[in-house]
Structure formats: structure tokens, C-alpha cells
């Protein structure tokens, strides 16, 4: 399974971003997916799953009330929305991939390059 994390950027406090994760060399509709983060000089962190048919989901603390993960099965796609977003947000976000779901990385069986999401004060 290839994975694609994509749109990241630099925005500042308070700004929304739409996070992307494209995956493909597997039926999507089999695979749970995450997100994860890596802030600077921190380990990984969970952020968000979800259930390989898009209907189960579960956020870490931090952010579940700022953003909403989803998946696409016809277009074989993950999102992660993220709004009112802080500078501790500021990481490296990964979507990766597996035929089982958790909070703890080591769930999953699959794993891209991700896209750094920056949160200026």
C-alpha cells in the first residue's frame, strides 16, 4: 500500500486546513486509517481513526473538537479537517494504514511520508 499525505502549509492561528491522504496498491475499502503527528522534538502522537467503511471514529483529546476525520472508499482518500488550529498543532501529519485501527501506531501495518502543517501565533 502506497500512502500520500498532502496539504499542509504554513496558516496561522485560527485557520482551517483540509488534510489529504491518497492511497492506493490495495482495495481501500479494507483498510482503517489514522492520522498521526509529529511535533518537533516529540515523539508521534495519535490524532484521529477511522474504520475501514468510514462509519467509526475516534479523536484524541486535543483535537476532537477541532476536527473531523473522513473517508472516501470511492475515491480511495482520507481526510482530515482541522479548523480553529493552534501553534501546538504545528507538525508532521501522517495518514498511515492497516487492516486493524487503534490509538497506538504500532496498529498499523502501513505507512507514507507525511506533510507539515506550521501554525504561526
Known amino acids: 500500500v502506497q500512502l500520500q499525505a498532502s496539504g499542509g502549509g504554513l496558516v496561522q492561528a485560527g485557520d482551517s486546513l483540509r488534510l489529504s491522504c491518497a492511497a492506493s496498491?490495495?482495495?481501500?475499502?479494507?483498510?482503517?486509517m489514522g492520522w498521526f503527528r509529529r511535533a518537533p522534538g516529540k515523539e508521534r502522537e495519535f490524532v484521529a481513526r477511522i474504520g475501514s467503511s468510514g462509519g467509526s471514529t475516534h479523536y484524541d483529546d486535543s483535537v476532537k473538537d477541532r476536527c473531523t476525520i473522513s473517508k472516501d472508499n470511492s475515491h480511495n482518500t482520507v481526510y482530515l479537517q482541522m479548523n480553529s488550529l493552534k501553534p501546538e498543532d504545528t507538525a508532521v501529519y501522517f495518514c498511515p494504514a492497516g487492516t486493524r485501527t487503534g490509538i497506538r501506531s504500532s496498529r498499523y501495518d502501513y505507512w507514507g511520508q507525511g506533510t507539515l502543517v506550521t501554525v504561526s501565533s
Open positions: 496498491g490495495r482495495t481501500f475499502s479494507t483498510l482503517a
